[in-house]
């Protein structure tokens, strides 16, 4: 019995969404902070690969496989862009609730 490819790899996204909601919404708020710098840092990483995926050309042709790879590139660059600059928000709004309140 053959199991369909597109059944196959949309069995484990299934998965894996599930398994990310359960490990999401069982971090505690004292370690969200420490992960979210964390996963920032590997966005940084994921920048740095996806400018060079959408600068360097792929190939002796510079045909539809260069402009692939630069859209791609483009569009992991953005996605990554949102990721960082959300997780820093996320941050320092985490940061400021364990801030003192000044008294008037």
Known sequence: ME???????F???VLAVFVGYYVVWSVTPALHT???AVTNA????IIVG???AAAVPV???HG???DLAKGFGFIA???ASVNIFGGFLVTQRMLAMYKKKEKK
């Open 34 to 36: 420490p992960l979210m």
């Open 3 to 9: 199991i369909d490819l597109i059944v196959f790899w």
């Open 64 to 66: 539809f496989d260069n």
């Open 50 to 52: 996806a400018l060079i």
């Open 42 to 45: 590997i966005s940084s990483v």
């Open 59 to 61: 190939g002796p042709t």
């Open 11 to 13: 069995s484990i996204f």
């Open 77 to 79: 660059v953005v996605l």
